[in-house]
Every structure is written in structure tokens, then in C-alpha cells.
């Protein structure tokens, strides 16, 4: 059973905390390791390590940060296998979809390496007679990251490269469920050269957030998870006068008109709602169905469902994996039945296939006939599970995303430019598909619903990135003749 610990100022180190919890394969049911929970003296190694680094990191020209950055980039290229078995191994996703989380989330490493270029101030000459204005952005200090269990390698690498590159330096907090990508994540880090304490890795839980939200020298925070524990984090965070930006859960809708091609929305559906297990922020969980698309689509979808294989992560025919925990087996099961109860129709229950082993299994389910006012619909399920809500209109479609809590995704399928025009134009969500179900942006823009779906000011990666780990500085400067000096006690106008 292997130890699985934090990497502070540089260096892979035991807990010392004696506080400890059990990491599982969710495809077996079998516990593979013990993570080490840090203490508060611990967490505050990790935040004086970064903040010495911080020091002469900050200082530290654009050409080496690019070039280490470079470094980086290649190690988590040529070790992306590795990666990605780490990553099946204690989140469940099959290897497929591992290699394509590490494949996004190098993206965001990429955009860093650009760093020089995302930094460049603007400068206007002569602002007034013999006066020049101009602006750069400076780092934070301490930044601190806490991450989510469905991206483990994605979601921190949605912040660490363009931070560090910004000049700040990082202590990560990873979710307690699946450590070890990140924890090596963070030693290949340090293989590129990079200076100890310019990335830190804590392991922990609820105590080591909070340290870290409280922490005078930590000075922003950037959050990924569920909606109570982001908007508790942006309230903590900023209660200690921090920037922050707590990223949280979604209900994310995709609307298929009459005129869609049948075909193409039903495999959308069918590889947004199961995909990764639906545990994706991004997933596809509501249908909106409108007018006779219903009866065809879910034909579609139902077809599409019985040919899916579901297993083990790790061989090469499985397309779904497990979940990720016991509990979230049960609950999604729970929410199955509950629908049932509830009064809608469950075409097909993922509780009927069975799975000969211990793994946190469940087969994908399809509820048609869902109201606004069932639980299936109302709460974030985080599984293989699709809703279909028949609307009359399209107008009906975009009032369900209008009056969700959740504004992360939204898509629609049509083959009329109009209505797809019109719907970017109404959806009430931060990010819109159009003919495409999961629309995560590339890392050269930036990632980030409404409403409950995003606590804080600015998106994730991209340009928003650089904003929030940057403070911007506007300097007013003139080289006038001292002979010509004088006291004026008149406020500054320009001439
Ligand atoms: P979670 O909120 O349970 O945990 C996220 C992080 O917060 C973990 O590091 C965890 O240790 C920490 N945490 C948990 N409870 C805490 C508490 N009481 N106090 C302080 N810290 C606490 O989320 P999860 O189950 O790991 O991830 C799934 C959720 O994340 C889903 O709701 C999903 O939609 C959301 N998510 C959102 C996005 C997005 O971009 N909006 C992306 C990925 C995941």
C-alpha cells in the first residue's frame, strides 16, 4: 500500500500530521493507498516555502520563466502515460479519457509559455507635455489553489502554469480522492527546474483549506468545485482580504430543435451525459426536447446507450468507467429512484446492469418526462444519468436555462443558423455550444459559467488567468529640467 504525502520547498515529504485517509481504485472497490492529511503547521511550511521562493521568483526575467515553462510542458508530454494511469487508477475514467484531460490541460501550459507576450503593458507617449503614461502587471505573492476530484490534473493545471508564470509562487491543495497525478505532476515540476517552493503540494481536507483562506500571506485564491463549498471559499477568501475566483457545480442543458439532425444530437447526448461517468462540470444532464424531436431522439439515444461498454478503466473496450466513490454510486442510484417515485419515466435504469466485482459501477440511465420541480432535475446528479424535458417551444428551452441556479454550459442542436444566432444571443450561461455539447474553451480564451456556477470576479485560464494572478500598475513619468521646478499646489491637469 503505497503513502502518498505533500511535496513542500521542493522536496517529497511524510506527513507529520498522523492524520490520514484512505485512497481507493474505484474499479475494484480495492484501497491502494493512504494520503497523509496535512496539519495547520504543515499547510504553513508549505505557505513560508513559497513565500521565501517568492522572493527572487518574482523578480526572475520573462526568458527563464518561458524556458522552464518550455521544460515542463515536454516532461508532462513524455510522461503523459504515466499520468493517465495514475489518473484511471483513482478516479475510475477510462485511459482514453485520461490521456485526453492531460492533453487539455497541457494546452494551459502552453498558453503560459506565451507569458511574455500575455504580460506586455501598453505605454502612451506625451499624455501630457513631456509626460508618458504606461502599465505592466506585477505577481501577487502566495497563491493557493484547491481542485476538484473529476479533473485531478486538469483542473490545478487550469491555474499553476499561469500563475508561476505570472511570478507568483503556488501552493496546491488537491482533492483528497485522487492525489497521486497531481503530487507527480508536481515532481515533474520540479524536474523542469524550476525553484523549490515555487510550487508546493499539500495534501488535506477541510483544515487545510481553511489554513490556507486564512493565511495572511497567501494572496489569492483559486477554486474548482461543488456550489456550497465555492461560494463558502469566496466568503472565507475575501473575509481575509484576499482576490478569489471559487468556480462551482452546473446543470448544463442542450436543446435540440425540430429541424436537428437526429443522428448527430442523439450521439452529442449520448457522449456528453455519460462521458467520464457524467462527472464532468460540463456534462450534458437536461435534454430540452422540442416539439416531435422527443419521440425519435430518445429512440436514438436508447440505441446508442445498449451498444456502450462499461468497465474497467484500464482495458482498452471500456468507454465508461466507475464512479469515483461508493457513496456517489449510491447516490446516483438513489437519485434513479427517485425519479421513479417522483413520477417520470425511467427508459432506461442504470441500476439494472449488473457488474461482477466491487467497483463503483452503475449502468447510464435515460429519464424521460422530467418536470422542473423532480430532484433529478433540481440537483446537480454528477452521473451517468440524462433528463428529458419535452418543451413545446424553443423559447420553453431557453427559459429552463434562464431559470436554472446553474449557468456553467449550454448548448443547441439545429441546422438553422437563425435560431443557433439567437441562442448565443439568449442563453444564460458562460459558455455556449452551438452543435457542440461540451463547450470548453480552448486555453487562449477562458473558462467560466454564471449564477451559481462561478463565485468571484474573473473566469479560469486563458486571458482571464493572467488578470487574476497579475495586478495591474500605471506609472506617470517626466524627466523635466530641475531649473524650471516649482511648487504648485493646483491639481495635475494635462496640457
Ligand atoms: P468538492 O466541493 O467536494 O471538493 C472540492 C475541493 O474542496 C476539494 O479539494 C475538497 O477537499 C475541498 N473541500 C470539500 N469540502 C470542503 C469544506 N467543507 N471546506 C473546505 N474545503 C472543502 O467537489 P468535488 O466533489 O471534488 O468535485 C465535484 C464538483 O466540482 C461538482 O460539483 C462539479 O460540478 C464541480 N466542478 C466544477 C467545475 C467548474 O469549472 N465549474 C469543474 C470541475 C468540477
Known sequence: ????????????????????????????????????????????????????????????????????????????????TELAALLTAEHGKVLSDSAGEIARAIENIEYACGIAEHLKGDYNEAASTGVDVYSVRQPLGVVAGITPFNFPMMVPLWMIPNAIACGNTFVLKP???????????????????????????????????????????????????????????????????????????????????????????????????????????????????????ADPLIDAIKVRMEKLTIGDGTNPESEMGPLVTKQS???????????????????????????????????????????????????????????????????????????????????????????????QEDADAGMVGINVPVPVPVGYHSFGGWKDSLFGDTTMYGPEGVRFFSKAKVITSRWPDPANSRVDLGFPTNQ
Open 329 to 423: 454510486q449510491e447516490r446516483v442510484a438513489g437519485y434513479v429512484a427517485g425519479a421513479v417515485e417522483q413520477g417520470a419515466d425511467v427508459v432506461v435504469d442504470g441500476r439494472d446492469q449488473n457488474f461482477d466485482n466491487d467497483g463503483y459501477f452503475i449502468g447510464v440511465t435515460l429519464i424521460d418526462n422530467v418536470t422542473t420541480d423532480m430532484d433529478c432535475y433540481k440537483d446537480e446528479i454528477f452521473g451517468p444519468v440524462l433528463s428529458v424535458v419535452r418543451c413545446d417551444t424553443y423559447q420553453e428551452g431557453v427559459d429552463l436555462i434562464k431559470n436554472n441556479p446553474w449557468g456553467n454550459g449550454a448548448a443547441i442542436f439545429t441546422q438553422n443558423g437563425a435560431a443557433a444566432r439567437q441562442f
Open 175 to 293: 482533492s483528497e480522492r485522487d492525489p497521486s497525478a497531481p503530487l507527480f505532476m508536481a515532481e515533474l515540476f520540479q524536474q523542469a527546474g524550476f525553484p523549490p517552493g515555487v510550487l508546493n503540494v499539500v495534501q488535506g481536507d477541510k483544515l487545510a483549506v481553511d489554513r490556507l483562506l486564512d493565511h495572511p500571506d497567501v494572496k489569492a485564491a483559486s477554486f474548482v468545485g461543488s456550489t456550497p463549498i465555492a461560494k463558502y471559499v469566496q466568503e472565507r477568501a475575501q473575509a481575509s482580504g484576499k482576490r478569489v475566483q471559487a468556480l462551482g457545480g452546473a446543470k448544463n442543458h442542450m436543446v435540440v430543435l425540430p429541424d436537428a439532425d437526429i443522428d448527430m444530437a442523439a450521439d452529442a447526448a449520448v457522449s456528453a451525459a455519460y462521458g467520464s461517468a457524467g462527472e464532468r462540470c460540463m456534462a450534458i444532464s437536461v435534454v430540452a426536447a422540442v416539439g416531435p424531436v
Open 1 to 80: 500500500m503505497k503513502t502518498i504525502s505533500h511535496l513542500i520547498d521542493g522536496q517529497v515529504v511524510a506527513g507529520t500530521s498522523g492524520n490520514t485517509t484512505e485512497v481507493y481504485n474505484p474499479a475494484t472497490g480495492q484501497q491502494t493507498g493512504v494520503l497523509d492529511l496535512a496539519s495547520v503547521e504543515e499547510v504553513d511550511a508549505a505557505v513560508a516555502s513559497a513565500q521565501a521562493a517568492f522572493e527572487s521568483w518574482g523578480k526572475t526575467s520573462l526568458a527563464t520563466r518561458t524556458k522552464l515553462m518550455f521544460a515542463f510542458r515536454n516532461l508532462v508530454t513524455e510522461n503523459a
